[in-house]
């Protein structure tokens, strides 16, 4: 993602500060941003690093994340992902954010992320829900981790995908029911902004 990008989700503005969904809603994160646009190869990789069990593709995407963390100057006290429930890692094998967050921090020199949030609720894929839809599913999905860690912290959550952000969104409003002072969070890539501004 190049040139102008929406102050609050990330995805791509135009010449407009924030994109048209980010005018209309409260997300409890800060600020997002995202490496890529998720369509053509950006895309076919995802769908193959989440679902087909091709997990080396972690390595490329965290090169593009550290790249973005580094351009944009993201101040953070600790990284953390966004957590799958038990069953869900069974399923899969794998939790692919942890994976992307272990990698991300090796590229820079980091600690290992930090495990802050678990989920304790299993809710339907986001894939198949409206934005309002989404954002009912995940109510009271996360929980905190580690008080401790979190309290009076910058915290980067690492997450594959943003679509709407209701995922980033609800967990930083766990994070900071726990005292985070501020909840960052980076994303391999995001859908287009398709709604508009009245």
């Known amino acids: 993602i190049e040139g102008n990008a929406c102050r609050k989700c990330?995805?791509?503005?135009?010449?407009?500060?924030?994109?048209?969904?980010c005018g209309k809603r409260e997300l409890f994160f800060d600020r997002a941003w995202s490496a890529l646009?998720?369509?053509g190869a950006a895309r076919k990789a995802m769908l193959a690093y989440k679902f087909g069990g091709y997990k080396y593709i972690?390595?490329?995407?965290?090169?593009?994340?550290?790249?973005?963390?580094?351009?944009?100057?993201i101040a953070f006290d600790a990284v953390?992902?966004?957590?799958?429930?038990?069953?869900?890692?069974?399923?899969?094998?794998y939790n692919q954010t942890r994976l992307l967050a272990e990698k991300f921090c090796d590229?820079?020199?980091?600690?290992?992320p930090a495990v802050l949030l678990e989920?304790?609720?299993q809710t339907e894929k986001q894939?198949?829900?409206?934005?309002?839809e989404r954002a009912v599913n995940l109510k009271?999905?996360?929980?905190a981790a580690d008080k401790d860690r979190i309290k009076g912290g910058r915290i980067l959550i690492i997450d594959d995908v943003l679509t709407t952000g209701a995922t980033a969104s609800e967990c930083a409003k766990t994070l900071k029911k726990c005292g985070a002072d501020k909840v960052f969070v980076l994303t391999v890539a995001t859908r287009k902004e398709t709604i508009k501004l009245d």
Do not use: H
């Not at 090169?63 to 351009?71: R, T």
């Not at 590229?107 to 290992?112: F, S």
């Not at 894939?127 to 309002?132: A, H, I, P």
């Open 140 to 143: 009271g999905a996360f929980a």
């Open 10 to 21: 990330g995805k791509p503005a135009g010449e407009s500060e924030f994109c048209g969904r």
């Open 58 to 73: 972690a390595n490329t995407f965290a090169k593009f994340l550290a790249d973005k963390a580094v351009k944009e100057n």
């Open 107 to 112: 590229i820079l020199d980091l600690p290992p």
């Open 80 to 93: 953390t992902y966004v957590p799958l429930t038990q069953k869900d890692r069974r399923k899969r094998g």
């Open 119 to 121: 989920k304790t609720k």
């Open 37 to 39: 646009v998720y369509d």
């Open 127 to 132: 894939e198949k829900l409206d934005f309002k």
